[in-house]
Each structure stands twice: as C-alpha cells, then as structure tokens.
C-alpha cells in the first residue's frame, strides 16, 4: 500500500490557474501508475488524468484536455496537475490515486490507494 498526501487546492477566480501536488510514501512510486480524480457535490467522482510509470505518457479527460497537464517526478516521489484557465465547473474534491499496475486506466475502481483529497474552487 502506498500512502497518498494531495496539497495545492483553494480558491481561485475563473481563468486562473493552481498546481496540485500528490506526495507518495510507503512503497516505490515508480511501480505506480497514478491519476487524478475529481467529486463535485452532488456528481459522481469523474476521471481527470491518468500517467504511466515513467511518466512518459499521459492521457486527460475530456473536459479538461488542453488546459490541464499531469506530470511526475519519481525522484521526488510526487505527482502534479498543473490547471490553467479554470473554470467555476473545475470545483470539487481533488484526488490522487495508485495502481500496481503497467497500464492506467480511466476507472476509479482499478486504483488501490487513494489519497484524503483536496478542495478546489473556482469563482465566477
């Protein structure tokens, strides 16, 4: 089991940006693949991004390609989502997610390891 800490969330106006950091312990990060997830109230949690182990290929939502970008750095044992031009329909509960696994996927239910999540809000 790998241990999941997210930081970076707050409030931000509408067209601004906001990076999110996701800090892993416990395990070696590289045998991980990780994503981005995020819950809005009310809504189903909805996938954002998703990165493979060397971090040499990612893959996004589509309400968020193009202006999202998740990146990692295994020596750091960190994974990121830098947002620009957010949108108040960003806002939610953030998380970042682990799998043992080759290939990530979109599904929230192939992630082992989850982390407590952090909040984003966006003002209009």
């Known amino acids: 089991q790998v241990q999941l800490v997210e930081s970076g969330g707050g409030l931000v106006q509408a067209g601004g940006s906001l990076r999110l950091s996701c800090a892993a312990s416990?395990?070696?990060?590289?045998?991980?693949?990780m994503g981005w997830f995020r819950q809005a109230p009310g809504k189903e949690r909805e996938f954002v991004a998703h990165?493979?182990?060397?971090?040499?290929?990612?893959y996004y939502g589509d309400s968020v390609k193009g202006r999202f970008t998740i990146s990692r750095d295994n020596a750091k044992n960190t994974v990121y989502l830098h947002m620009n031009s957010l949108k108040p329909e960003d806002t939610g509960v953030y998380y970042c997610?682990?799998?043992?696994?080759?290939?990530?996927?979109?599904?929230?239910?192939?992630?082992?390891?989850w982390g407590q999540g952090t909040q984003v809000t966006v003002s209009s």
């Open positions: 997610a682990a799998d043992l696994t080759i290939w990530p996927s979109r599904e929230s239910y192939q992630y082992d390891d």
């Open positions: 416990g395990r070696t990060f590289s045998n991980y693949v």
């Open positions: 990165i493979t182990r060397s971090g040499g290929s990612t």
